[in-house]
């Protein structure tokens, strides 16, 4: 009888071990990557044109001959996307209204310049150099010369056809027209372009 019972004791406790064994462990479920999404990047190459409108501060070496007042025009270029760097060209005419004091005042401005720049995705930082050429009438008469300017800018894509941005450049016109004046001219302007 002591045998029946241990052998019914040691099959109970052995039941357990025969029903499966001990319970595996369940695999954690897999976690996914968090995905990063890539920053939006605008192709900036292909022809451009928009308009322009800003302010401008006109210093010249003769006494009295200053002033300052709004410029706004229009412009058009054409710009090659490299990939991270973005080079171009860029056609500009501003009219003026400075007021230089007395009958003197800077009438217009046409520049040439050659950009090139970083592309950051939708926003684009560049510098420029170029000539500019101005019309002022000094004395009743009209006055024209030929310049360089620096500048630098900025432009952000608000979709793929249309950007917005600012501009701010410094010309300078040495000896302006054989008049003995060297004129120094800052602007500050808001650029709204359509890209084809």
Do not use: C
């Not at 241990?6 to 109970?12: M, P």
């Not at 270029?77 to 800077?106: M, P, S, T």
């Not at 630098?152 to 600012?166: E, F, Q």
Request: charged share 15%.
């Amino acid at each position: 009888m002591k045998y029946i019972a241990s052998l019914a004791l040691a099959s109970t406790l052995a039941a357990p071990a025969f029903a499966g064994g001990l319970a595996s462990p369940e695999p954690e479920p897999m976690v996914a990557a968090p995905v990063i999404a890539a920053p939006v990047s605008a192709d900036w190459s292909g022809f451009y044109a928009g308009a322009q409108l800003g302010y401008g501060d006109v210093n010249t070496s003769a006494a009295g001959l200053e002033g300052d007042g709004a410029l706004g025009g229009v412009h058009a270029g054409y710009r090659y996307d490299y990939g991270q760097f973005v080079a171009g060209a860029e056609l500009a005419y501003n009219a003026a209204n400075i007021d230089l004091g007395g009958v003197n005042k800077l009438t217009d401005v046409t520049q040439l310049k050659l950009m090139g720049g970083y592309d950051l995705g939708s926003t684009l930082v560049y510098g420029t150099l170029g000539a500019a050429h101005a019309k002022a009438d000094l004395g009743g008469a009209g006055f024209s010369d030929t310049g360089y300017l620096v500048g630098v800018g900025m432009d952000y894509a608000l979709n793929d056809r249309w950007t917005i941005g600012g501009e701010l450049t410094h010309h300078r016109f040495d000896n302006f027209d054989n008049t003995g004046a060297d004129i120094r001219a800052n602007t500050a302007q808001i650029k709204l372009g359509m890209r084809f």
